[in-house]
């Protein structure tokens, strides 16, 4: 306790060493000003008129530097709000409904040389659901639910149009903007990607403008709800006094694995339906009404190494059938990615009573090589309110929190989103933030990290500041469910633990 204290004691006079010594500096001045009489006035005033061009040139380059300074800074990026879709109730699956849906899979899969009961394959899927920290209450599309499961194009494309519509169509209400004001548009779903591509479906469905900037992203993983909205702002910073659109969404129906590769069934049990659309801007009356400020964002490419790279990949499996190998590299490169992005966007948000803990540690480490084996893990919750980690997995939270040194409660949005939601891929971290605000803990001048990892191998991350205290926004996804999070979680999770062993025993 004394410890903490004392580091708290450190960070406070670090970080506010610069108005620690204003004070006595301002005490001084405003000392030697009371000295000053009405001759030492006057001869200053005689002093300026006997300069006027020495004056007049340096107000020329104040005024000069204040309009360049206006001119090209970079205009604010607002999230004006977003809306995160919420499936209908009859989607709900259950993990013996999603069992049943493996198993109807099977079953339909007459080229298979096993029984569609494989009592091995099973009993893996099962152990790898029931821990999983998923529960009975996420959703699944329609197609795969339906019996026998439909897994054609047109139902690929019926589950990711319902996603879409429905998110836009809530975030169209809610903000009462209309669609033909929208400029910029970006949509990213990894797995599915039509022709006409997926922006052109928004376009005709929305009847947006044609002179509309539209972009589609496709095969970037978990993480490119980030590079989405980092694209969208590079384009608000050129196009102004417009609204950008991003729509971050994955295909189920597209991704399922019919096969037997263990390594590729993962993600079977992972991934549910969901999708977010978030609706920034760059207008400066938008400003009142937005719940958030972008501050940053930071992007961690890997895939130069060819771990990275190949760490998780959609392949054909020895029978010829398509899924997602994650291979047993995945943990490590992770962390070295997170590390990495880290490292580029500390400095960016840490107090400066961190940065001089990480730099004399950096420089101790170096010295002295045997005896310092790591180096200082900065304290991010100094800078950060509230965490918003990808909803990859049960291991991947757990690796997160361990990493950062973050407590419980700061992980509690993401694994109450992989519970209710699941793994909804690059729309997780939307979900986490719709969580923290249900729960009212988004008040003026807080920080939201949101942290998204995905395959390449990459590492992004965001950073919002709240204009104001956040409320939830209408139709959010938690409004009927939030008073049961997060105690649920661990009663379930620690049910599931239990009969795990109980089977295994």
Known sequence: MTSVNVKLLYHYVLTNFFNLCLFPLTAFVAGKASRLTTNDLHNFYSYLQHNLITVAILFAFTVFGLVLYMVTRPKPVYLVDYSCYLPPPHLRASISRVMDVFYQIRKADTSRNVACDDPSSLDFLRKIQERSGLGDETYGPEGLLHVPPRKTFAAAREETEQVIIGALENLFENTKVNPREIGILVVNSSMFNPTPSLSAMVVNNFKLRSNIKSFNLGGMGCSAGVIAIDLAKDLLHVHKNTYALVVSTENITQGIYAGENRSMMVSNCLFRVGGAAILLSNKPGDRRRSKYKLAHTVR??????????????????????????????????????????????????????????????????????????????????????????????????????????????????????????????????????????????VKKGNKAWQIALGSGFKCNSAVWVALSNVKPSANSPWQHCIDRYPAKIDSDLSKSETHVQNGRS
């Open 300 to 441: 961690t490419h890997t895939g130069a190494d060819d771990k990275s790279f190949r760490c998780v990949q959609q392949e054909d499996d020895e029978s010829g059938k398509i899924g997602v190998c994650l291979s047993k590299d995945i943990t490590n490169v992770a962390g070295t990615t997170l590390k990495k992005n880290i490292a580029t966007l500390g400095p960016l948000i840490l107090p400066l009573s961190e940065k001089f803990l990480f730099f004399v540690t950096f420089v101790a480490k170096k010295l002295l090589k045997d005896k310092i084996k790591h180096y200082y893990v900065p304290d991010f919750k100094l800078a950060i309110d509230h965490f918003c980690i990808h909803a990859g997995g049960r291991a991947v939270i757990d690796e997160l929190e361990k990493s950062l040194g973050l407590s419980p409660i700061d992980v509690e949005a993401s694994r109450s989103t992989l519970h209710r939601f699941g793994n909804t891929s690059s729309s997780s971290i939307w979900y986490e933030l719709a969580y923290i605000e249900a729960k009212g803990r």
